[in-house]
């Protein structure tokens, strides 16, 4: 089996309180390695490899591999709650990093660029938050943009509430515990691929201060640039892609998986952070297939939501692991009672066995 190194040899240099860092990549082929410079050397970066066994050793002396065969030793009996072929193989990486004892998770994609102090403004958002800067939509169930730019909207971000009116959010200040920060990204901005179709890349989003945001209330939590506190790992799933008469559903794995995160987050008082540190997205598929994965992404998301709104209502405040078990229990009641098409409800049906596995990870 892989070995990584032991939490208390992963510590950065002027991480003052001394927590242990894990950095998980999902990775399908071979990426660049100079992207990942910013990473100190005695970080470990676990790779979620979803290649079939095909990439190539590492440059790097802090690499650590876990195809499906290592995979399916580490994780045994959950193997199956592990997702492959799509962006939520990531979920393998985390699992193994919150097993191991790491006490911070960094999630960031193979097409990613750091750069000077990312991993160091990711712990420093990662702290007690006193009157800190925060954004909160205006109207009930509206959602914070993580771009700054007028009509330039996030993956993930409902079209229900792309109105001046609907998408409006004030500036306020929020205290609490920051569990999850979302660093942001340039050159190739993350967005749905119907809006880049029509207006094309609008260039480089612009934070509206020096200082991360806390999201109060809705926000699309993109997966690629991601840190958390690793107590949330059992309630942060990326769901995976599943198929609907031969159509792929997917590029919903983070946002959806987020959406579920940030309920139990706000059940409990914790926060989410957004801003810095910035990476350099390199990486662009070709946007006619990103808007057919993201066909089902768009019809089905107002019922899911719907549907973890309800569930998560019914929750609890208490530890991460006890918390998604619950919800995962009240979800799929509400999927039994849902009036939606059956087409859509055998999805939610299927995510719901699908998050159950991963429960039964962190509980037996």
């Not at 959806?256 to 309920?263: A, I, Q, R, S």
């Not at 801003?275 to 946007?287: C, D, S, Y």
Request: one cysteine or more.
């Amino acid at each position: 089996m892989t070995e990584i190194p032991r939490p208390r040899d992963s510590k950065v240099g002027n991480n003052a309180d001394n927590r242990s860092v894990a950095v998980v990549i999902p990775i399908p082929d071979d990426p660049p390695w100079e992207l990942f410079d910013a990473i100190p050397p005695e970080i470990p970066i676990i790779v979620s490899d979803d290649s079939d066994g095909h990439l190539s050793p590492s440059p790097r002396q802090n690499v650590y591999y876990f195809d499906y065969a290592a995979q399916k030793e580490y994780c045994g009996k959950h193997y199956d709650a592990m997702p492959h072929k799509s962006a939520a193989s990531r979920n393998v990486g985390h699992y193994i990093a919150y097993r191991e004892g790491f006490d911070v998770i960094v999630a960031l994609d193979y097409d990613c660029g750091t750069r000077s102090q990312w991993l160091e403004a990711h712990l420093a958002a990662l702290t007690k938050a006193i009157e800190a800067p925060a954004l909160v939509p205006e109207v009930p169930g509206g959602w914070v943009n993580s771009i700054d730019a007028v009509g330039v909207f996030a993956r993930g971000y409902p079209y229900e509430f792309r109105t001046q009116e609907l998408s409006r959010v004030s500036e306020t200040v929020a205290a609490g515990q920051v569990k999850v920060n979302m660093g942001i990204w340039d050159q190739i901005l993350d967005m749905n691929g119907v809006d880049k179709l029509q207006g094309g890349e609008p260039g480089d989003p612009e934070l509206k201060s020096g200082a991360n945001r806390i999201a109060l209330g809705n926000i699309p939590v993109c997966g690629m640039n991601t840190s958390f506190d690793a107590a949330v790992t059992p309630a942060y799933y990326f769901l995976p892609d599943v198929w609907i008469d031969g159509w792929q559903l997917s590029r919903h794995d983070d946002i959806w998986g987020g959406y579920v995160l940030k309920k139990l987050m706000d059940c409990r008082g914790d926060l989410l952070t957004f801003g810095h540190p910035v990476v350099r997205h390199t990486k662009q598929t070709r946007l006619e297939r990103v808007v057919v994965l993201e066909h089902w992404m768009h019809l089905l998301s107002p019922g899911f939501y719907e549907l973890v709104d309800e569930a998560a209502s019914n929750v609890e405040p208490g530890g991460y692991t006890e918390m998604f078990a619950s919800f995962v229990d009240e979800y799929r009641s509400c999927v039994e009672r849902s009036t939606r098409p059956a087409h859509y409800v055998r999805v939610y049906r299927e995510l719901g066995v699908w998050m159950q596995r991963w429960s039964e990870a962190f509980t037996s």
